[in-house]
Nanobody, 121 residues
Framework: QVQLVESGGGLVQPGGSLRLSCAAS????????MGWYQQAPGNQRELVAT???????NYADSVKGRFTISRDNAKNTVYLQMNSLKPEDTAVYYC???????????????WGQGTQVTVSS
């Protein structure tokens, strides 16, 4: 069974940075399209960044220019570098392998536990 384990969250002041990690077991991040999702309190889970097996990246408008998704194939890990953090970035962050259906990305695996990011002074 594929496991996705997110880590790297924490409490950070506005304007600060964090790097989230997503370690995948069984499946290979190098051959899968991968995505990071954000779920703020009371909101639905939203996709904020994707990286294809070919290395193409895409971002939600809310994080464009501030967040960067990347992967280390040797470590089978996907990262989300988060800079210039804002209070509205406060959420639980999840990763998943994703599949493109038209203009939509759909998650393929069971969700991990996520990692909490809190941006507050």
């Amino acid at each position: 069974q594929v496991q996705l384990v997110e880590s790297g969250g924490g409490l950070v002041q506005p304007g600060g940075s964090l790097r989230l990690s997503c370690a995948a077991s069984v499946t290979s991040v190098s051959i899968n399209n991968m995505g990071w999702y954000q779920q703020a309190p009371g909101n639905q889970r939203e996709l904020v960044a994707t990286i294809t097996s070919g290395g193409s990246t895409n971002y939600a408008d809310s994080v464009k220019g501030r967040f960067t998704i990347s992967r280390d194939n040797a470590k089978n890990t996907v990262y989300l570098q988060m800079n210039s953090l804002k209070p509205e970035d406060t959420a639980v962050y999840y990763c998943n392998s994703v599949r493109s259906i038209g203009s939509t990305w759909l998650p393929l695996r069971s969700w991990g536990q996520g990692t909490q990011v809190t941006v507050s002074s």
